[in-house]
């Protein structure tokens, strides 16, 4: 092992130890479900901001941005947010009072008051089987760098079995970590030490901008040649077809536009930001309402810029490589682009501390994920059915908590070897569209639920909102598969003449379309009078 490596090593094993010994030194605090679950609703404004942000920003995003960047030459997918920041500010008068005033634990407990235990149970449950999907689909990624770093040291390309094996080590590892101080320090293990992983996130980006400029000829004019048009906005307006149809299907199916960034994306953040368990789980560790809403809306703001360091990562990588600056092998996917160059150009020691950011990623949104996924299993299913036995100490309440956490990190851990032998024999697959896309799938249904029961207070049972919820699903299925749309005939021709899905729907309208379909539906059952607010 030369100098180099030991160097970078030294500053991995450094990180780890810090997160960890920060991590397990908040047990003694979280020994009550309000300690585990919420901090004792004690934690700082700016503490919560840093959680927030380091919950958004995964392995994905790091990785997965600059790719965007890589391919694209600009800033259209930085676009979406606009709609996070307008998301924001809705969730910060609109949910986050209302969690306040019922005091809840597991937001869904507050559906079990308004309609019944039953829509109470299907919303926990769409919301747990959704974010291991969610969280197992992106953890194989911090173990791109991994694959990398093998092939380097020996010189030949590696083939999808030992890629397979390199990213299920990583995921096990990684997981075995997080979940050992999360199930531990509960919120409080969370929250501290994600305001030490986006230190060392900023730091990492930071430096590799700086580094990326100082190694490109000519530095940023060379940059600014390279980045293509539309640099931000797009309007998706097509090229060739005239009318208002093709510019509608042109929106509806393009994932980086402007219109997706303030509808699509707003729908998606009011999902992700106002009834993910993930998410405002650690916006009611605020002491109260407004310090919450300050650290919601303030983390918005940061997004942006934080967003677009990242893609700008991309597009100066890129620029890198075109103008001779080094050659990128042959086999180098665009999603690999960047750790091939975090590993072959930068500098012993900044390299491992670029490397630590990617784990510090991984691991700020794992824990977050571990902490919330535990909190609603124990809350919604397994401490009813033992109260409705017998009382139920706070020891025995915690100690669910906690060996609930434990059980959902061996779920992640089973959806992420799934994902990495997929990833390892299917490199191309897009990283964004796999992660953002699957929340698609549900979380429109359960954000229009919530809508039904704020809005009103007469309309929505539990019959209605089930069967709203799988409608919801089955339309947003239908629209996002051609295959599925072929099968039932609604086709229509491509360029080439070959017979495809009629309107297949990027993703950021997924959770745009599942809200209003499953919205609608439940709005045409009556809330029975007993249970009437």
């Known amino acids: 092992m030369n100098a180099a490596i030991a160097v970078d090593i030294a500053v991995l094993v450094a990180y780890f130890a810090i997160i960890t010994g920060i991590g397990l030194s908040q047990r003694s605090k979280s020994e009550s479900v309000e300690g585990f679950a919420l901090g004792d609703r004690q934690t700082p404004w700016w503490a919560v901001l840093a959680s927030i942000l380091a919950a958004e920003i995964s392995a994905a995003t790091f990785l997965g941005a600059p790719e965007s960047g890589f391919k694209n030459g600009n800033w259209t997918y930085a676009q979406f947010a606009i709609g996070t920041i307008l998301a924001r500010i809705i969730v910060s008068f609109l949910f986050i009072p209302l969690f306040y005033r019922h005091g809840v634990v597991s937001l869904y407990e507050y559906l079990g008051t308004r309609f019944g235990q039953r829509t109470r149970r299907w919303a926990s449950g769409t919301f747990l089987v959704t974010r291991v999907l969610a969280i197992g689909t992106r953890i194989y990624v911090s173990a791109i760098i991994l694959v990398l770093a ?5 010189g030949a390309v590696v083939s999808p079995a030992e890629k397979f094996w390199i990213f299920a080590a990583a995921v096990v590892l990684v997981t075995v970590m997080t979940a050992i101080y999360t199930a531990a320090g509960g919120i409080r293990a969370v929250i501290w030490t994600d305001f030490i992983q986006v230190g060392v996130l900023v730091a990492a980006i930071g430096f590799s901008i700086y580094y990326l400029l100082s190694r490109l000829p000519g530095g940023w004019e060379t940059a600014t040649a390279n980045m293509k048009e539309p640099l931000f906005f797009d309007f998706a307006k097509p090229a060739q077809e005239q009318g208002a149809w093709p510019w509608l299907k042109n929106v509806l199916t393009s994932p980086y536009t402007i219109w997706a960034a303030v509808i699509g994306s707003t729908f998606v953040t009011m999902a992700t930001h106002g009834i993910d368990q993930d998410t405002v789980q650690r916006m009611l560790t ?10 919601t809306i303030l983390s918005g703001l940061v997004d942006l810029p934080v967003v ?8 100066l990588v890129s620029a890198f490589y075109k103008t001779g600056g080094a050659s990128l092998p042959a086999g180098v996917e665009t999603g690999e682009a960047f750790p091939f160059f975090i590993l072959t150009e930068m500098p012993a020691g ?12 991984a691991m700020g949104s794992l824990s977050t994920a571990l902490n919330a996924l535990g909190t609603s299993f124990a809350q919604d299913f397994v401490l009813p059915r033992r109260e409705a036995r017998g009382p139920v100490s706070e020891a025995e309440r915690v100690g669910v908590l906690r060996w609930s956490t434990v059980l959902f990190a061996a779920f992640i851990v089973v959806v992420g070897i799934v994902t990495a032998f997929y990833k390892a024999h299917d490199p ?7 992660v953002l896309g699957i929340l698609g799938f549900t979380f429109g249904s359960l954000l229009a639920v919530f809508f039904v029961a704020i809005f009103t207070k007469t309309r929505g049972n539990d019959f209605g909102n089930v069967l709203a919820m799988i409608a919801g699903f089955v339309a947003v299925v239908f629209f996002s598969s051609g295959d599925v749309q072929k099968f039932f005939g609604f086709t229509a021709l491509n360029a ?8 297949v729907l990027a993703f ?7 809200t209003f379909v499953t919205f609608i539906i439940a709005m045409c059952f009556r809330t029975p009078r007993r249970v009437e607010p």
């Open 508 to 514: 950021p309208w997924r959770i745009t379309l599942g």
């Open 308 to 315: 677009c360091a990242f893609v700008l990562v991309g597009v």
């Open 350 to 361: 900044m390299r491992g501390l670029v490397v630590a950011g990617v784990m510090a990623t």
């Open 150 to 154: 093998w092939q380097l040291w020996r």
């Open 496 to 503: 080439k003449g070959e017979s495809v899905g009629a309107l």
């Open 428 to 434: 191309a697959l897009p990283i964004l569209d796999l």
């Open 286 to 295: 605020a002491k109260n309402r407004r310090e919450s809403a300050k650290a």
